[in-house]
C-alpha cells in the first residue's frame, strides 16, 4: 500500500507565502477574470443595458453605464464578441476599463463596480451584499491557487485521474462566483481544497437506525461493502467501540463526516443525540482522502480503487449550499439502478457506445422528524453520505481516464492540457472523436428514454487510449437529470422517487415533466450551453478552430444518429434538439435578485444554425 500521507504537500501557505499571493501578477489576472465573467454574465443575462458598437476588427465595443456614489455618470468599457454559441457574449483578455469625467483607468474593484451599475440594472439585486461577499472570497481563494499554480509541475495526462482532479484549478468557466466556498477561513481553503492537494481522514459516526435513512443499490450487502471500504481492522474496532457503550452494532449504521462538517457543524447540531446515544462518535479513519474539483466528493488515496464519498458540507460554494438534501441522498441508489438497468439492456449504449455509468451504491442519513421543524432545518442535510463506483472499475487495461474539465485547460505554462493530443491526432479527427463520445450517449438517453443528463464538465469523464477519446464515464444523478412523462414517455419503467421535505423545496427540485420542452432544454443548458460551447470558444481561441465547423461537427453527429434509428422519429420531433431557440438559466441573476423565481432566457441555439447552413 503506498504510503501517500508521506508523499502528502504541505496545504499550508507560511504566511510569507500567503502575503506574496496577494501582491503577485495572479491576483491582477484573477480579478480580471473574475471581472469579465460578471460583465459577460451581466450582458448576457439582460441584466443590464448595454451600448455596442461594431469595430474594425471584428469585435464589439462594449459600454455598461452606471452612476457613482456621488451621482456622476460613470461608462464600464470592454471588448468582444456575441458568439454563435448561443449568443454567449465573450470578452478578450484587455481589461475593463472605468470612465469618469472623461478620465479612463482600468477598473480595478469589484465591490465599486457593482454599486455602480447596480441603481441601473432592470429588476433591484436583492441580495448584492451576499453575491459580493462571494466575489470577494472567490477573488482570494483563486489568487492563491493560481499562485500555488506557478510553483508546481502542469497538469499531465501522465498524471492519474486522481491527481488531475486536484491539477485542474478552473472552476466554473461561467460562474462569476466560482470559487466562493463561503464558510471557509483561509486555513481551512489550504487544509480542504482541492486547489491544494491536501490529504486528509474521515471522522465516523454511527446513527442509531432508528434516526438514519439508509437507500442501497439492489443486491448491494450494505455490511460487506463497508467492511470492504472499511478494512476488517477498522470495522472490527469501530463495532468493538459500539459494543463498549453498551450498544448492539446492528443497530446502527456508520456515517462518514468530512473534518470540517464534523468540527464547524455536526458537533454543534447534534450534541442532544450524542448525549443521548442516538449518535456515537466512532473517531477517525484510517485512510487518506483528497478532494475532486466539486470539493465534498472525495478520493480514496490510501487504497486508490476504493468508491469516491460524497459527504455534507455545510459551505456555499458557485453560489449553492454543498449539504446532501435528504431526498438525494435516498434517490441517489434508486436513480443509479435505474439508469444502469437501461444501460444494461440496451445493446447501443452496452456493447457500442460502451458508456459507464458511475453508480451510487450507498446513501446514508440522519432523520428525525419527529424534532421541531425549527431544528430540523437547522440540522437538514449537514449528516450524510453517498458512496459512488470508482472509474478505475471499468477502465481498460489500455485506458485512461481525464476529466472532462482537463479539456479547456491551460496551464500555468501557457500550453493548453490537449496540445500534445492535439498535434499527435490532429484537431479535427481528435475533435470528431470527443464530440461522438460524448454526445451519442446523451441524446441516445434522452430520444430513446425520454431523460436528460446534467453533463456539465464536472459530471463527465474523457476515457481515452493514448490520448484518443474512446468513451465517457458519467456521474452524480441524484438531482442531475430531466426525465419525460408526457405521450410517447415508457412511465411503467420510470422510478418513485423521493421529494424534497416542504421547507426544502424550490422550484427546480422536480426530476419528472410532461413538457417536452424542459427536457431539451435541460440537455441544451448544462452539456451543450455551457460544457460545449465553452470548448468550442476555447477552441477557437487557441488553434483557430471556427466555432461554426464545430457545431456543424455536433450537428452532424447528431443527425447521423436519428438516421441510424428512424423509428425514433416521432421522439425527434417532439424532443428537437435543433429548435431555433431554447432556454437556458440566470445564473447571475438567480443569486443577484434572487431564486423565488426560476430564472431562464431565451437564446439562439446554434445547433439550429448549424442545421441551416447543412441544408444549404
Excluded at 510 to 538: C, G, K, P, R, Y
Aim: proline share 6%.
Amino acid at each position: 500500500m503506498e504510503n501517500v500521507m508521506s508523499k502528502s504537500f504541505d496545504p499550508a501557505l507560511p504566511m510569507q507565502d500567503w502575503e506574496a499571493a496577494l501582491r503577485s501578477p495572479e491576483y491582477a489576472k484573477v480579478r480580471r477574470r473574475i471581472f469579465r465573467q460578471i460583465v459577460e454574465s451581466l450582458i448576457y443575462e439582460e441584466l443590464v443595458e448595454e451600448k455596442s458598437l461594431a469595430l474594425p476588427d471584428g469585435e464589439r465595443g462594449f459600454v455598461l453605464e452606471g452612476r457613482t456614489r456621488t451621482g456622476k455618470p460613470v461608462q464600464y468599457l470592454c471588448r468582444g464578441q456575441r458568439k454563435l454559441s448561443y449568443a454567449r457574449v465573450r470578452l478578450t483578455a484587455a481589461p475593463i476599463m472605468r470612465r469618469v469625467d472623461g478620465n479612463e483607468t482600468e477598473a480595478v474593484c469589484l465591490a465599486t463596480f457593482l454599486e455602480e451599475i447596480g441603481p441601473t440594472a432592470k429588476e433591484e439585486p436583492k441580495q448584492l451584499e451576499g453575491f459580493l461577499k462571494e466575489i470577494r472570497q472567490t477573488l482570494l481563494h483563486d489568487t492563491h491557487a493560481k499562485f500555488l499554480q506557478t510553483k508546481r509541475p502542469p497538469a499531465s495526462p501522465a498524471h492519474s485521474y486522481a491527481e488531475l482532479e486536484g491539477d485542474i484549478l478552473d472552476g466554473h468557466p461561467y460562474h462569476p462566483c466560482y470559487k466562493s466556498r463561503i464558510g471557509f477561513s483561509p486555513a481551512d481553503n489550504a487544509a480542504y481544497g482541492p486547489d491544494f492537494k491536501p490529504l486528509f481522514k474521515l471522522f465516523w459516526v454511527a446513527v442509531h437506525k432508528q434516526r438514519a435513512v439508509v437507500s442501497s443499490s439492489a443486491g448491494l450487502d450494505v455490511e460487506e461493502f463497508l467492511r470492504s471500504e472499511l478494512g476488517e481492522a477498522l470495522y472490527r474496532t469501530f463495532a468493538e467501540q459500539i459494543r463498549s457503550r453498551g450498544y448492539d452494532p446492528k443497530e446502527y449504521a456508520l456515517v462518514p463526516v468530512h473534518p470540517w462538517q464534523w468540527e464547524r457543524k455536526v458537533a454543534d447540531a447534534f450534541f442532544e443525540q450524542i448525549g443521548s446515544g442516538q449518535l456515537l462518535l466512532l473517531g477517525e479513519g484510517t485512510d487518506a482522502y483528497s478532494p475532486q474539483q466539486s470539493i465534498r466528493t472525495l478520493t480514496n488515496r490510501t487504497s486508490p480503487g476504493k468508491a469516491y464519498v460524497k459527504v455534507s458540507l455545510g459551505i456555499q460554494n458557485t453560489s449553492a449550499s454543498r449539504i446532501l438534501g435528504h431526498h438525494h441522498v435516498e434517490n441517489a441508489a434508486i436513480v443509479s439502478d435505474w439508469l444502469e438497468s437501461i444501460r444494461k439492456s440496451d445493446p447501443y449504449l452496452r456493447d457500442e457506445l460502451r458508456v459507464v455509468l458511475l453508480q451510487e451504491v450507498l446513501g446514508v442519513h440522519f432523520s428525525d422528524p419527529d424534532l421541531p421543524e425549527a431544528v430540523q432545518r437547522e440540522m437538514y442535510g449537514s449528516l450524510g453520505a453517498i458512496w459512488r463506483e470508482n472509474v478505475s472499475l471499468y477502465l481498460d487495461s489500455d485506458e485512461s481516464a481525464v476529466p472532462f474539465t482537463a479539456l479547456c485547460h491551460i496551464g500555468a505554462d501557457g500550453i493548453p492540457f490537449i496540445d500534445a493530443w492535439v498535434q499527435t491526432y490532429g484537431l479535427p479527427a481528435w475533435l470528431k472523436r470527443v464530440l461522438e463520445a460524448s454526445i451519442l450517449p446523451l441524446v441516445h438517453f434522452m430520444y430513446a428514454h425520454g431523460i436528460a443528463l446534467e453533463s456539465h464538465a464536472q459530471n463527465m469523464v474523457l476515457l481515452h487510449r493514448n490520448g484518443m477519446p474512446t468513451r465517457v464515464a458519467l456521474r452524480d444523478f441524484p438531482g442531475g437529470i430531466r426525465y419525460y412523462t408526457g405521450e410517447l414517455a415508457d412511465k411503467a419503467s420510470q422510478p418513485h422517487l423521493k421529494a424534497p421535505p416542504a421547507f426544502h423545496s424550490n422550484v427546480i427540485s422536480s426530476m419528472a415533466t410532461e413538457q417536452a420542452s424542459e427536457v431539451t432544454d435541460f440537455l441544451h443548458d448544462a452539456f451543450f450551453h455551457i460544457n460545449l460551447s465553452e470548448f468550442a470558444m476555447f477552441l477557437e481561441e487557441q488553434y483557430g478552430f471556427s466555432e461554426y465547423t464545430f457545431w456543424a461537427m455536433a450537428a452532424e453527429i447528431i443527425l447521423a444518429y436519428q438516421k441510424q434509428f428512424p423509428q425514433l422519429r416521432e421522439l425527434f420531433a417532439k424532443l428537437d434538439l435543433f429548435q431555433e431557440n431554447v432556454l437556458v438559466g440566470q445564473l447571475t441573476i438567480r443569486r443577484l435578485c434572487g431564486e423565488t423565481l426560476y430564472r431562464e432566457h431565451a437564446v439562439p441555439n446554434p445547433l439550429h444554425s448549424a442545421l441551416k447552413e447543412l441544408m444549404v
